[in-house]
């Protein structure tokens, strides 16, 4: 299937000092064959909340649901075969090759690298043909620009195959042509293989004009519909805090003043 759905989900923190709220109450429906963007301000939330819904952060309180049971009901190795996550952590030192990092997209199908059979073949040469990194393969992953880096880790993911794929600003190091690619890349794949994508981003033009729905955490809570509907709304007239950049409903885009 590929759905998330979140129940009165509060997102946070617990220090020593306290319980640090981030964001309260949230419960939505992400649902497969559907590019779903995230967007909000710096230190908003965002990957607070992709942390959560994908298990590695625990909920201060309310529920994730994957495919109506429980996250916290899946093993780890169920899981990865129901979601895969790009984060935009650095990866410990290793001297492996881009093909290598790729092939560890299949390990929740296989166990090492001598155990891939030829469908996890064709899904690694598959992602790589997509992410159009076919010829980096060889290349040591520490040899690469953060922009091929990215695209790399984007491979793993969908050679991993799996019916949700969460990203954390999977385009920040793109220049604007290849960012406009990965985001067609991610529509493709959610509407074709009917996954479920959630991304974090802060290019919004490109997230309004490219996605199927928007979820938006802004200060007062967090908005979710399509693109059309949240411009009605309103909810970007005052997305920054001043007026040095607004909002044209009519154009639906951004402009500096
Ligand atoms: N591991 C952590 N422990 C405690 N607080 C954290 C931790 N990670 C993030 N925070 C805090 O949670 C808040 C939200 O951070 P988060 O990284 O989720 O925001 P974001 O919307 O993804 O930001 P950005 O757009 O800048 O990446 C911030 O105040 C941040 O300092």
Wanted: with cysteine.
């Amino acid at each position: 299937m590929g759905v998330i759905q979140t129940k009165n989900l509060n997102i946070g923190y617990d220090h020593k000092k306290g319980t640090q709220v981030i964001a309260e109450d949230i419960s939505v429906v992400l649902e497969s064959g559907k590019l779903i963007s995230l967007l909000g301000s710096n230190g908003i939330g965002k990957s607070t909340f992709l942390k959560t819904i994908s298990g590695i952060l625990a909920p201060l309180s309310g529920s994730v649901f994957i495919d109506d049971q429980p996250i916290e009901s899946y093993s780890s190795s169920i899981l990865s075969q129901k979601l895969s996550l790009v984060l935009t952590e650095k990866l410990p030192e290793s001297s492996l090759t881009v093909y290598e990092l790729i092939a560890l997209g299949r390990q929740p199908y296989t166990n090492w690298l001598d155990q891939l059979a030829p469908q996890d073949i064709s899904q690694i040469e598959n992602a790589m043909v997509l992410t159009d990194i076919m010829h980096l393969k060889n290349k040591k992953y520490y040899e690469l620009s953060d922009g091929q880096f990215q695209k790399v880790l984007i491979a793993r993911a969908i050679a991993q195959d799996t019916p949700i794929i969460i990203l954390d600003e999977p385009s920040t190091h793109l220049d604007l042509y290849h960012k406009v690619k990965l985001f067609k890349l991610l529509k493709n794949l959610a509407e074709n293989t009917h996954k479920c994508i959630v991304f974090s981003t802060h290019d919004l033009d490109l997230a309004l004009q490219l996605s199927n729905q928007i979820i938006l955490m802004k200060r007062d809570g967090l908005y979710f519909d399509t693109p059309d509907q949240l411009i009605k709304q309103g909810v970007f007239d005052h997305f920054f805090d001043d007026e040095t950049i607004i909002f044209d409903r009519n154009n639906k885009q951004f402009r500096i003043r």
